[in-house]
């Protein structure tokens, strides 16, 4: 079974950079959206930015302008450089595929990210 695998969390101090990439362990065929997730502790996971194979791009108002998100289709992989960070930020963040816009059909096990004040 095809899995998704995160990489890139860690700690970082408030107003740092963190990049986080996301790579399915094997071919996944028409993936037409590719997104983060995050789950901060004690709350819902939220939707954070996801990308269409035609490049449409959607962010949660509260990381617009600091985060963007990009993708290889050839690689089937997705990145999230994430700046500016802020302790409201630590959270597991998720990388999910979609078949269609509004699908959420893969999910990567997650991976943390800690922002200290």
């Known amino acids: 079974q095809v899995q998704l695998v995160e990489s890139g969390g860690g700690l970082v101090q408030a107003g740092g950079s963190l990049r986080l990439s996301c790579a399915a362990s094997g071919v996944i065929p028409n993936i037409n959206t590719m997104g983060w997730y995050a789950q901060a502790p004690g709350k819902q996971r939220e939707f954070v930015a996801k990308?269409?194979?035609?490049?449409?791009?959607n962010y949660a108002r509260s990381v617009k302008g600091r985060f963007t998100i990009s993708r290889d289709n050839a690689k089937n992989t997705v990145t999230l450089q994430m700046n500016s960070l802020k302790p409201e930020d630590t959270a597991v963040y998720y990388c999910?595929?979609?078949?269609?816009?509004?699908?959420?059909?893969?999910w990567g096990k997650g991976t943390l990210v800690t922002v200290s004040s």
């Open positions: 990308i269409t194979s035609d490049g449409i791009i």
């Open positions: 999910v595929f979609g078949h269609t816009y509004y699908s959420l059909d893969y």
